[in-house]
């Protein structure tokens, strides 16, 4: 059986050593991610909110997430009842979240593992099921499905002000750092520009790319899957069939009238794909 934290157990504010004793926080995200923080109990909920963002940002749809000035902190008290934290000057060791389920409800966790009802058994291992077909089957996904699991494309509407710059500029300009490997396995590094209409699909672009560079190192075209785009500076891969306007850098970089900036990549150079986040049992 799994251990329970310290910090579900009704007792654990009473029992913490000091107020700069380390705190594991289970934050519920508004995009439904699930992200366990550890802070200092005196920290402030500011300080918290800093870092959970800065946290949240190696989780996958981090961009559903808007700017965290909007969002406010809720907590379970002592109380069983939902609690707003408006005042982001509070301290961690001041608010006192509880964790501890057995004690809002009136049974301990250990009460309910110990429970042998067909009925319950049967719900968990339909659980277990789900859990363990999902985890399967990103397990056995191409590299290419990891990747937009992991580093999803941020995509956005095409609202009225991206349409009245458009039309201003009827090409978007992008550049191109094109990294290969010739024949001899040299190492090759390039950069270009493209004028390009914004409705291209990202893999039109790829293939327009990789067909003007890969006469040059003699590329086969059979091989053309292997590469990716990626916004060059960011975690974000072009991954899967969307128009360029949609992406939402490319749409800041047509307001600020800067130039999209992309890199390719060839599938042996992925090093930022995290097998152990698909990691799958023998057992369910």
Not at 5 to 10: D, G, K, R, S
Not at 104 to 130: C, T
Not at 222 to 241: A, F, I, P, S, T
Not at 253 to 265: D, G, M, P, R, S
Request: hydrophobic share 40%; proline share 3%; aromatic share 10%.
């Amino acid at each position: 059986m799994v251990a329970i934290p310290a910090e579900y157990t009704a007792d654990f504010w009473n029992q913490l050593p000091s107020e700069y004793a380390s705190v594991q926080l289970t934050c519920l995200m508004p995009n439904g991610i699930l992200i366990l923080l550890k802070q200092n109990a005196n920290a402030s909920l500011s300080e918290i909110k800093m870092d959970l963002w800065k946290e949240a940002s190696q989780y996958p749809l981090y961009w559903k997430l808007r700017d965290m000035s909007v969002y406010v902190f809720k907590v379970v008290n002592f109380m069983a009842e939902e609690e707003e934290l408006t005042d982001e000057s509070r301290q961690l060791n001041d608010i006192k979240p509880t964790g501890a389920i057995g004690h809002l409800i009136g049974k301990g966790l250990q009460d309910f593992d110990a429970l042998n009802s067909s009925e319950i058994n049967d719900f968990r291992f339909k659980m277990r099921k789900i859990g363990y077909d999902i985890a399967k089957q990103r397990y056995q996904g191409s590299w290419k499905e990891k990747l937009l699991y992991q580093y999803p494309p941020l995509l956005a509407k095409i609202h009225s002000t991206i349409v009245e710059t458009l039309r201003d500029k009827k090409l978007l300009r992008v550049e191109i750092f094109y990294f290969l490997d010739n024949i001899k396995s040299d190492k090759m590094f390039q950069k270009f520009n493209f004028n390009i209409h914004p409705m291209t699909a990202s893999s039109k672009l790829l293939e327009l790319i990789l067909s003007k560079k890969g006469i040059e190192v003699h590329l086969k075209t059979n091989v053309m899957h292997d590469y990716v785009l990626k916004v060059r500076g960011r975690d974000e891969y072009l991954v899967g069939e969307f128009p360029l306007i949609q992406l939402q850098y490319v749409q800041d970089c047509l307001l600020q009238n800067v130039t999209a900036q992309f890199v390719t990549i060839h599938a042996t150079h992925m090093d930022g794909i995290d097998n152990s986040s698909f990691c799958i049992t023998d057992k369910i």
